[in-house]
């Protein structure tokens, strides 16, 4: 076919193919596809943002693995309570130098158990390395091993200095010795820690002078303003001035005032009357000196105030103010004439258990009051706790926390303490089937037999 022709050939397929009707296939019912949702359409021109990428799941946490710690009981009785905080219950006690294990709360406290928590003001890192302490008891045992179940091997006396480690709460001091963590501290005799140099200070108002450097001391004497005094500072800034004697910073000056203090007149002699069943005199004027004597209801006493208020009547003789009346008694009542007198002690008692026991006995006589403040007044926990902590053993406050911290012993001996079963109530064992107990507002402070056969007894650590 000629070039022409076939070109002529195309193009008339191609116009007939343009202009031919569009035929459009109408689809079955049953194949109907559904319809579908329309394609996002994002413009991609200039500026356009694409579309943000989703984001991952985020990464979980894995818990955080608790370290458990290892400290050591700083306090000689610590409570262990149900929670981390004061406003938990206490649900036991640990005595000092005791290693416990756990893990630190987000509060500071330490979990040694489920429902078992100790603070931190109460613990400390263990050292690894010897340490030394002080007898806190009038008399403390040594024994041969870490427990009340070992021999007692001899005795020290309070202010004793002491060097060894602790095992479980008993200091270890070699060649087979052990003292209860309980009866020692790792506070000298009279604190302060005293620089050698003497200084000389000049006090410039009326002041108290303490027996140890801080106000927490009793007040053994005063200074008038201007007098002049000498002594070695402690590393707290107070003055030592002599033994048992310290005076504060904030009453003292280096610089001579210059004159000389006008005397101190002459102190007026009163006359007082005790106005408690049986009131301690003690050898000076505050409850930390020894008692040395006692006076009955209604005794009549002259002597003169001191700056704290008690009644000098002697050089050597002081009465507590809470004890005395300006008041003369309208009737003396009669004495008891069957009193009981506690048995002297057995030869097999120690020096630590008779302490005890002396002490129980001067407060017999005392009134009792509920949540009475000794020693003027006691209620019965009061009672044990107060004499025990006169011989330098520190047990708590309440019935339910003494319970608590003793062992159960069937061979009880003189100065353990007794429980009442069948009431609310704690004594100290006198020994021969008797107690010291503060038992209600009519007995008072009293020496004879339990009230009831419900009875058990508990050994202190330490005892």
């Excluded at 050939?9 to 049953?30: Q, S």
């Excluded at 206490?90 to 406290?109: E, F, I, L, M, R």
């Excluded at 007040?219 to 003055?239: F, M, P």
Aim: glycine letters at 10%; proline letters at 10%; hydrophobic letters at 35%.
């Amino acid at each position: 076919m000629p070039t022409r022709t076939r070109r002529i050939t195309k193009h008339l397929v191609a116009t007939a193919a343009a202009a031919a009707p569009v035929i459009v296939l109408a689809p079955t019912a049953h194949a109907a596809p559904a319809p579908q949702a329309p394609l996002p359409r994002t413009p991609l021109g200039h500026g356009s943002a694409l579309p943000a990428t989703p984001a991952l799941p985020a990464t979980p946490v894995l818990p955080t693995v608790e370290t458990s710690v290892t400290r050591v009981v700083s306090v000689a009785v610590a409570n262990v309570r149900s929670g981390p905080s004061t406003a938990y219950s206490v649900v036991g006690t640990k005595t000092q130098g005791t290693t416990v294990q756990g893990t630190v709360t987000s509060n500071g406290w330490l979990k040694i158990s489920d429902r078992q928590f100790m603070a931190p003001s109460v613990l400390t890192t263990p050292s690894t390395g010897t340490v030394t302490q002080y007898v806190t008891a009038s008399v403390g045992n040594v024994r041969s091993g870490p427990g009340l179940e070992h021999r007692i091997v001899g005795t020290l006396t309070g202010g004793t200095q002491v060097r060894g480690t602790w095992v479980n709460g008993w200091l270890k001091m070699g060649d087979g010795r052990y003292m209860s963590g309980t009866i020692l501290t790792s506070d000298a005799p009279g604190g302060g820690g005293e620089t050698a140099e003497s200084v000389t200070r000049w006090v410039t108002v009326n002041a108290n002078v303490r027996s140890g450097p801080s106000t927490t001391y009793a007040i053994v004497g005063s200074r008038q303003a201007g007098a002049k005094v000498t002594g070695q500072l402690t590393s707290n800034g107070w003055l030592k001035i002599a033994d048992r004697q310290f005076m504060s910073p904030g009453v003292l000056t280096s610089q001579d005032p210059g004159g000389t203090p006008a005397p101190a007149p002459a102190p007026e002699t009163v006359t007082r009357w005790v106005d408690v069943a049986v009131a301690n005199v003690r050898s000076g004027p505050s409850t930390s000196y020894a008692v040395s004597g006692t006076k009955t209801l209604g005794a009549q006493v002259s002597g003169t105030i001191s700056t704290n208020g008690w009644l000098r009547i002697s050089s050597s003789q002081w009465m507590s103010p809470t004890v005395l009346s300006d008041q003369a008694p309208a009737l003396t009542p009669p004495s008891d004439p069957n009193p009981v007198v506690p048995p002297p002690p057995t030869e097999d008692t120690t020096a630590l258990r008779q302490a005890i026991l002396a002490t129980a006995a001067s407060y017999v006589g005392y009134p009792y009051v509920l949540y009475g403040t000794p020693p003027e007044a006691f209620d019965c926990s009061s009672y044990t706790w107060w004499v025990y902590k006169q011989n330098g053993i520190t047990i708590p406050r309440t019935v339910r926390d003494q319970k608590a911290m003793v062992t159960r012993v069937t061979d009880p001996q003189p100065g353990d303490l007794i429980f009442y079963d069948n009431f609310y109530h704690v004594g100290i064992y006198a020994g021969d089937g008797k107690t010291y107990e503060a038992l209600n507002p009519s007995a008072g402070v009293r020496f004879g037999d339990p009230v009831t056969t419900e009875i058990w007894y508990g050994r202190v650590p330490g005892m």
